[in-house]
């Protein structure tokens, strides 16, 4: 309509008409990028809000992996310091307990992650779109964390571990598993965090076994000195999850805690 009259008035000479058409044509044009710009901007506060929301739901199942880790190499850090003491003289402890303390620092957990969110905003360009600078940052940082990674590739290549499982028969090795290895836990249960794997327990096992066992740990040479690394490298990791990136820990705490 406005270009078949803004056509007419050329065809006229009507300047004044001209004039007003051409205002009128790029008020339009104008007004209609806006109202485009206006949509885009509403559908990316809706997309972000509802990303942000996910994102947050995500991060407070981190939050219960995280505690739960920390958590359990805590008592993996307690057994191997308990077996390392005993096999140094430096405490008492029976040949029972050593075997479950020694088999108990042999263990290490996966992380159980829950990253399709920030997947999908990474993958599709959309991370922007989290407005929460300390959300966006947290989320960041936390899954490209690597020393979940590394507590995995440490316990499965330690070579204490590979030492112990050498020392042992495997129908030991059995039985500890059986009666004092990790318990099975449901996921965002704080309650159940503690005691998965430092908890009272009994082999089965028969006296002469369970003294032959001992005595085969405690006649490695190579047992107490990898037991030593394994401790160190423990120490690092934990150090690494509450220490080095603590704020990240704190973050996900905040972010557990708010109403969903």
Not at 129 to 144: E, G, H, V
Not at 197 to 205: A, F, Q, R, S
Request: aromatic share 8%.
């Amino acid at each position: 309509m406005i270009l078949r009259r803004l056509t007419q008035s050329l065809r006229d000479q009507n300047w004044t008409a001209i004039a007003i058409e051409f205002v009128l044509l790029v008020l339009g044009v104008f007004l209609g990028m806006q109202v485009s710009n206006w949509n885009a901007e509403r559908e990316d506060r809706l997309k972000g809000s509802i990303f942000t929301e996910r994102l947050k739901a995500d991060l407070r199942g981190e939050d219960w992996t995280y505690q739960f880790l920390i958590a359990y190499y805590r008592e993996v850090l307690a057994n191997a310091n308990r077996a390392a003491e005993a096999l140094e003289g430096k405490a008492a402890l029976s040949d029972e307990a050593l075997l479950v303390s020694a088999y108990r620092a042999t263990q290490y957990r996966n992380r159980n992650q829950r990253g399709s969110t920030y997947d999908e905003l990474i993958s599709t360009g959309n991370i922007d779109l989290i407005r929460d600078r300390t959300l966006r940052d947290t989320a960041i940082r936390l899954y490209n964390l690597a020393v979940f990674d590394n507590l995995v590739q440490e316990g499965m290549r330690s070579r204490y571990r590979e030492a112990f499982r050498m020392s042992l028969p495997n129908s030991v090795q059995r039985a500890l598993s059986k009666s004092c290895g990790d318990h099975v836990i449901r996921p965002g249960v704080y309650a159940a965090i503690h005691g998965n794997i430092d908890y009272p327990c009994h082999t089965g096992l028969s006296a002469q076994t369970i003294a032959e066992s001992a005595q085969a740990l405690r006649s490695n040479p190579d047992i107490k000195h990898y037991l030593r690394l394994r401790i160190a490298d423990l120490e690092t990791r934990l150090f690494d999850l509450t220490g080095n990136n603590r704020d990240i820990m704190e973050n996900l705490r905040a972010i557990a805690k708010e109403q969903p």
